[in-house]
């Protein structure tokens, strides 16, 4: 039966460190002084709550403010330039290509972001659809990763047993979304794991619920298919 490979985009698929996620998190620290009227450092704290309370500042802003989430992403992600910051990589492409089965980018990102970072990383064509946030929405409410009720109805559209999807991830706590509901998982380390080093109990709890553990999706064939089958 074909394999269907669940892929983050931000930190897994590009190093989105260094440029995008700064220019995102300011976007989003000068929406909500715009909007709540707030000096910068009262608003970049509320950013900060709501982001590790919800998960994401979007959620939070929906919940308290009742704030248009479509307004929200498209205002905080404002990139003109993207296909300057987001260098194309061959070996990504010549990775994707070799990975046999179905191939989805699955982002907690706007469509309109996700699908430019796509066009840029020069993989559209290895990639069947792009799952974005945009979509993560069940009665009337946003559920983004790691929300497991999305995870099932993601794999219940794709019309594929769970254990035959792999979730690729940088987000240890995603993964674990991911595994309570039957899916594969890799974690990607490359990029926002690179400074970080786990304790013993850390890296414990980690392998409950990682099958498999790359550098960089470019890693993927030669190391996920071994273990994934």
């Known amino acids: 039966m074909t ?21 995102i998190n300011r976007a989003m620290t000068e929406y909500l002084a715009r909007e709540l009227e707030l000096e910068h450092e009262a608003a970049n704290a509320l950013r900060m709550q709501y982001w590790r309370r919800y998960g994401a500042t979007l959620l939070g ?10 307004h929200f992403l498209r205002e905080t ?6 296909r300057e910051i987001v260098r194309r990589d061959m070996r990504l492409v010549h990775a994707l290509r070799r990975l046999p089965g179905r191939r989805i980018v699955v982002t907690n990102a706007p469509l309109h972001y996700a699908s430019e ?7 559209r064509a290895q ?3 792009i799952v974005s946030i945009e979509s993560m929405s069940f009665a009337g409410r946003l559920q983004p990763k790691p929300s497991r009720p999305m995870l099932r109805r993601l794999v219940a559209s794709l019309r594929v047993p769970a254990s035959r999807c792999v979730l690729v991830e940088d987000s240890v706590a995603n993964l674990a979304g991911a595994r309570h509901v039957g899916l594969r998982t890799v974690l990607v380390t490359g990029i926002s794991h690179r400074s970080h080093h786990p304790s013993r109990r850390a890296r414990a709890g980690r392998s409950r619920r990682i099958d498999v553990q790359v550098q960089s999706v470019a890693h993927l064939p030669r190391k996920a298919l071994r273990s994934a089958r």
């Open 127 to 129: 990639i069947e659809s």
């Open 3 to 23: 394999r269907v490979w669940l892929l983050d985009l931000d930190n897994t698929l590009h190093d989105a460190m260094r440029v995008v996620f700064p220019r």
């Open 117 to 123: 970072v796509v066009r840029a990383l020069g993989i």
């Open 61 to 70: 802003m929906i919940r308290h403010h009742g704030t248009d989430p479509h």
């Open 77 to 82: 992600h404002p990139f003109p330039d993207l």
